[in-house]
C-alpha cells in the first residue's frame, strides 16, 4: 500500500567517497522502493551520532550499501507505505527508527525505507520534533542497563551521564528503580542530569577527591554498577567505588576499553532494535515524562556543520529537521 503523492525523487545528503564532513552532500536521488517487510517512512528529523561520522569515514559501512550513500542511523516520520508483510504499523503512523543495517539509504534524507521491525510508534512523552534523536543511542542505553541487571534500590554510576546515551540511561534507570549517580560534563551538564533524576550529580572535570567522596557518602557500601560512555583515567578511578565483584559495561566504541582488574566485571554491549526491544522501551518511556535532549538542530542543508559539530562537546544529542 504506497500514498499515490511520493515523487520519483527525493532531497538526500550523501557521499560518493569517505572521508571529512566536506564528502557529503546534497543531491536529487531515486525514492528508494519497498519490499515486502518494510515501511517506507517520510522523514521529519534525523538524529547524527559518531556512527554516522564512521560511515562516512568508511570505517561503518552498513551491509549491502552501495555509493552513493546516504547516512543516517536513526529517525522519525509518517510511514506512507507498507509491504504486504508488514503488521502492527500502518500508513499515517509516526514511528522512530534505528536501523544499522539499511542497505537502500539512511534518514539524512525526505525519505527513508527500512525494515518494519527496526520501526516503532512514537511513545507518548517525546516530542514528535525530537524522536529522531533518540532511537540508537536510548536502546543502547536499555541494553547498558540490561547488562548490569541489577535490582530495584541498587546503586548505579553512569560515567558520561550528559551526553546522548547518558542522559537517556539517567532516565531509563530512574524507571526501573536504581539509584543513580550520574557523572556528568561540567555545569551545564551536572544541571542537565539533575533535571533529569539523578539522586546525586557530579561535574566528571572537578577535583576526583571530592568526587570519590561524595560518591562514598551517597553508596557507603559501595556502587553496584557503572555504565561506561567514555573511558580513560577518570573512569579508573571511578571503579574504586564499586562493589567487590561490581560491574563495568561499556557500549562498544567506547576508548580506551575499560580493563579487567581484581574485584571489578567488564562487560562489553551494543544496542539492539527489535520489537521486543522497542516495545520494552516504550513501556519505560511511557511510565513518565521523558526528555530528549537536543544540544543543536540543524537543517539538511547544514548537514556538514551537524558533522563538524560532532567533534566538540555539548549535552544530549545532534538533530538534523528534513520535512
Request: glycine share 12%.
Amino acid at each position: 500500500m504506497v500514498d499515490g503523492d511520493v515523487p520519483e525523487r527525493m532531497q538526500a545528503a550523501a557521499f560518493d567517497e569517505f572521508g571529512g564532513p566536506e564528502v557529503i552532500t546534497l543531491r536529487k536521488l531515486p525514492v528508494p522502493q519497498v519490499a515486502d517487510d518494510e515501511v517506507l517512512i517520510k522523514v521529519w528529523s534525523a538524529g547524527v551520532g559518531v556512527w554516522d561520522a564512521y560511515e562516512r569515514e568508511g570505517v561503518l559501512v552498513p551491509e549491502g550499501s552501495a555509493l552513493p550513500i546516504v547516512p543516517g542511523s536513526d529517525g522519525a516520520g509518517t510511514v506512507i507505505a507498507a509491504g504486504s508483510k508488514v503488521t502492527g504499523l500502518a500508513m499515517g503512523d509516526l514511528v522512530y527508527v534505528a536501523a544499522t543495517t539499511r542497505p537502500k539509504g539512511g534518514f539524512y534524507a525526505e525519505y527513508a525505507v527500512v525494515k518494519a521491525a527496526y520501526a516503532a510508534k512514537v511513545p507518548d512523552g517525546v516530542p514528535a520534533e525530537h524522536a529522531g534523536a533518540m532511537p540508537t543511542d536510548a536502546l543502547t542505553a536499555l541494553a547498558g542497563l540490561d547488562t548490569v541487571s541489577l535490582s530495584a534500590g541498587d546503586w548505579l554510576l553512569i560515567f558520561g551521564a550528559s551526553g546522548g546515551q547518558g542522559h537517556l540511561a539517567v532516565q531509563l534507570a530512574k524507571r526501573q528503580g536504581l539509584n543513580v549517580i550520574a557523572v556528568a560534563s561540567g555545569a551545564d551538564g551536572v544541571a542537565l542530569v539533575t533535571r533529569l533524576g539523578a539522586d546525586v550529580s557530579l561535574d566528571g572535570h572537578g577535583d576526583m577527591t571530592d568526587v570519590l567522596a561524595r560518591i562514598r557518602d551517597a553508596a557507603p557500601s559501595g556502587v553496584h554498577a557503572i555504565l561506561a560512555m567514555a573511558g580513560g583515567k577518570t573512569l579508573d578511578q571511578l571503579t574504586e567505588t564499586l562493589v567487590d565483584g561490581g560491574v563495568v559495561a561499556y557500549a562498544h566504541g567506547v576508548r580506551p576499553e575499560p580493563q579487567e582488574r581484581p574485584g571489578v566485571l567488564v562487560r562489553a554491549y551494543d544496542g539492539e532494535s527489535n520489537p521486543r526491544q522497542l516495545q520494552r522501551l516504550n513501556e519505560l518511556i511511557e511510565a513518565g515524562p521523558f526528555v530528549v535532549h537536543v544540544a543543536e538542530t540543524f537543517p539538511l542543508g547544514k548537514v556538514r556543520e551537524a558533522h563538524q559539530r560532532l567533534q566538540s562537546s555539548y549535552s544530549g544529542k545532534l538533530l538534523l529537521t528534513v520535512a
